[in-house]
């Protein structure tokens, strides 16, 4: 199985402002993704994170909001931008291949809320 | 494009008793099937998964499931629930390298146990 660590795991963050998640694998993994999950909903996906070249996002979410970084295949970033209130979520990273076998695996998340 | 209904957002069981969560799916190929379970304020645990093979499928803490693949659905069960078993449960369905390995989830089903 691979770990998954998320950094920060909690942070308040102020209108206004961008702030990154990290994303630490314990093994190489193929691919990586991020997903969103709102207060009381379930998780939708916001981009596959591709390694040494751009992400690939899902309809609804777009690079300036959301960028994405891959520089290896145990690490990933999720920038989320000019925060509003509407982006307090859950933001989850996930693996796939590689040290996970053929199972996605999930990050315990990383809680933001925007005042 | 595929998708996933669970049709039931609450559910309301006594310990020591069976429980079986709904999830139905649309895909147009053989699906990758997953359960998670996510406890209040964690992130998403993986319960079992289904690839291939045989279509009931064991994994951790007691939870079975079974793929029918003409009925478009995987169950999730437990024999014997326990207080520890009060969380959300999530399906989710998605496709082979090929198609991205992306997971689409369902909307949640809430379990609370009653003493």
């Known amino acids: 199985s691979a770990v998954i660590s998320q950094k920060p795991s909690r942070d308040i963050c102020q209108r206004g402002t961008s702030l990154t998640i990290q994303c630490q694998v314990d093994s190489q993994v193929t691919m990586m993704f991020w997903y969103r999950q709102q207060p009381g909903q379930s998780l939708t996906l916001i981009a596959t994170?591709?390694?040494?070249?751009?992400?690939?996002?899902e309809s609804g979410f777009v690079i300036d909001k959301f960028p994405i970084s891959r520089p290896n295949l145990t690490f990933s970033t999720l920038t989320v931008s000019n925060m509003s209130p509407e982006d307090s979520s859950i933001y989850l990273c996930?693996?796939?291949?590689?040290?996970?076998?053929?199972?996605?695996?999930f990050g315990e998340g990383s809680w933001l809320t925007v005042v | 494009a595929q998708s996933v209904t669970q049709p039931d957002i609450h559910i309301t069981v006594s310990e020591g008793a069976s429980l079986e969560l709904r999830c139905n799916y649309s895909y147009g190929a053989t699906p990758y099937l997953f359960w998670y379970v996510q406890s209040p304020g964690q992130g998403l645990q993986l319960l079992l998964k289904?690839?291939?093979?045989?279509?009931l499928v064991q994994g951790i803490k007691g939870f079975e499931a079974e793929f029918k693949r003409s009925q478009s659905s995987f169950n999730l069960r437990k024999p014997s629930v326990h207080w520890s078993d009060a969380a959300e449960y999530f399906c989710a369905v998605g496709g082979p390298k090929a198609a991205g390995n992306k997971l689409t989830f369902g909307g949640g089903t809430r379990v609370l146990v009653k003493p």
């Open positions: 994170a591709n390694q040494g070249s751009e992400a690939t996002y």
């Open positions: 996930s693996a796939f291949g590689g040290g996970s076998g053929n199972t996605i695996y």
């Open positions: 289904y690839f291939s093979g045989d279509t």
